[in-house]
């Protein structure tokens, strides 16, 4: 956190220029129907590019760190479609992730198209408010976890720590609400901005008592990740949508993040531990 209660952006200003380029590339080279050829932790999968770029950037990012090279100057156009790119994804994210834009991409083709707004409104915007895009609304979750059996534990009772860490894993899995322990954490620094973003969230589409859209322990280390999306709803009025919409582009490309830990006393299967948590809270936008 910062001094003055904010989240912490975490990414520089999005080039508008680049990400044109990369549409007329698309579209002038009759790209958006090919398949971009995937190896999910051993699952094989094909997704058409038209998709995948609608994907956030945190995840296209992660999965393509040179990036898509989809530019007259990216030179990597053939090696993008013919290889088989091994990504360390779960594959339920993934189809999760998927489905969504997929199915969002759907919905907005088939949305009836308001006709008007200001000449003066920006384009992102305008677009927005008159339903040719869609804003998606990405929260994500990073939850690295670590054990301490307690000292006063008999070694000759104590689970082997591998177990342990498996337990502490599952039980955490279990704790499935997406804004629990951030409203938490809230409410123990007294933080105003914050509790006005998840509010806001709330008015967006999310309910309080939401679980994570996807919630799994990395079979690799102690991390849970969480993902849920949400699309702007509709039911808000104009006047709202349009204030709402302006409110979220203060993150747009500029996704924003939360660092916290907190720490509980536990038992697990006759084992007393202290389980040390620390989780990374991502907000970020996508538009369809």
Known sequence: ???????????????????????????????????????????????????????????????????????????????????????????????????????????????????QVSMETDPLVASLLTGSKQLVIVLREELDYFILPNSSTSSQHTLARHQLKTLAGQHLVQENKVFDALIRNIEKEHNQAEHHLVAMLCEAGFGTDDPWAYRALDPKRTCITSLSLCRLSHTLDPTDRMDIIQRFMLFWKKPARKCWWDVEQLELDGTAIRLWKRRTFWLELATV
């Open 1 to 115: 956190m910062t001094s003055n209660g904010f989240l912490i952006t975490q990414v520089a200003e999005h080039n508008l220029y680049s990400e044109l380029i990369q549409d007329d590339y698309i579209r002038d080279n009759n790209l958006s129907s090919r398949p971009v050829k995937l190896d999910l932790r051993g699952e094989r999968m094909d997704v058409d590019i038209e998709t995948l770029i609608l994907f956030p950037d945190s995840f296209t990012f992660s999965m393509f760190p040179d990036g898509l090279g989809l530019h007259p100057f990216g030179g990597a156009t053939n090696t993008l479609f013919e290889k088989i790119h091994p990504i360390d994804l779960d594959p339920a994210c993934f189809h999760y992730l998927h489905t969504f834009f997929e199915q969002t991409r759907q919905e907005t083709l088939d949305t009836h198209h308001l006709s």
